[in-house]
């Protein structure tokens, strides 16, 4: 770990992990995990699940070919997401920063056309460190080493319908940007009915509404995305994580009529959507659709109940949790980082997002043995912290 040449642009824990089987790693030592991180929401299928192997297997005859040429792999994801989404027309990516900056190029495009220049995004939220979607993370320790960013975003208050019509009359904007639930903002969930408020208000001014999925959606609330827990039909969404469930691919997703203001040249990707990623995303979307929603669903309850337990028996250090599906953040009296490093010296890999939040995005895959895992190295760490603290 020390005789490397990697950028410092990490602060990784002194463990490197092996390999994996479903939601259990193991390090280089032999030690054993319970995986409630999954790459940050990536390995939606845990580790060496069948179906991603074999679409691994599929794929080793052509990997990559440009986007030059068509493959049958590509067309077949993008039918699939068309069949989940109602139509949406899809621009394959690699990552979530990716998708998000394609989908700000597409706002600025229609922009163009109605004579609109300003993107609104929420307080709070994350959209990605590459300059436009950092652009529209309104947070200082993110944001200031690269100032001048691109110009014509704007901070609105999250939750606040009244700011936001305010911020609509002021900036005349061609897109907002919008999270369901804020995850690197400490897995924070917008307010019930503000986001069915927001697309209307949206609609009223003519501006775009692109919801920000690429952590919550993939089936990690439970639905397909986690703007589907309120009534509303965005005019683009972005994926990415769990889409893969470790190979790297996120995607763009417009409704029809937005995704002409793209022609050809307006945007590319080298390898976006390669046969490879393509078999990967198909796997997943078809587990989903066979058995993982409702797996998802039906463990969000376990999981749940095993939350409220751990806020009954520490009143003192856990001061409440909040989320959906198997995407949970618990918020703690204690610093969370000294909480999570503990958990992971007992074999349970979490993090943390914020000072005092704890978050879980275990993989969908999970079973009830593995939330029974994580649930007794967690009340091993509350209980030595207490004890501790005493």
Known sequence: MEANHLMPVYNRYPVVLAQGTGAEVYDTQGRHYWDFLAGIGVNSLGYNHPAIQEALARSAPLIHTSNLFWTEEGIQLSNKMADITGGFLSLWVNSGTEANEAGIKLLRRYGKTVRKDAILSLSGGFHGRTMGSLSATFVPAYQDPFTPLVPEFFEVEAGNIGALRAAMEQYRPCGLMVESIQGEGGVVPLPPGYLSEAAQVAREFDCLLLVD??????????????????????????????????????????????????????????????????????????????????????????????????????????????????????????????????????????????????????????????????????????????????
């Open 213 to 390: 999925e690429v952590q919550t959606g993939i089936g990690r609330t439970g639905q397909w995305f986690g703007f589907q827990h309120e009534d509303i039909s965005p005019d683009i969404i972005t994926v990415a994580k769990g889409l893969g469930a470790g190979v790297p691919i996120g995607a763009m997703l417009a409704r029809d009529g937005v995704a002409q203001y793209f022609q050809p040249g307006d945007h590319g990707t080298t390898f976006g959507g390669n046969p490879l990623a393509a078999r990967a995303g198909l796997a997943v979307l078809t587990w989903l659709e066979e058995e993982g929603l409702a797996h998802v669903r039906q463990m969000s309850q376990v999981l749940e109940g095993r939350l409220q337990h751990l806020a009954r028996e520490y009143p003192d250090i856990v001061m409440g949790y909040r989320g959906r599906g198997l995407m949970w953040g618990i918020v703690v009296s204690a610093p969370a980082k000294d909480l999570v490093q503990m958990a992971l010296d007992r074999g349970l890999i979490l993090n943390a997002p914020k000072p005092n939040v704890i978050r879980l995005l275990p993989p969908l895959i999970v079973g009830e043995e593995g939330i029974a895992g994580f649930y007794d190295i967690l009340s091993e760490v509350l209980e030595q912290w207490r004890h501790t603290a005493r």
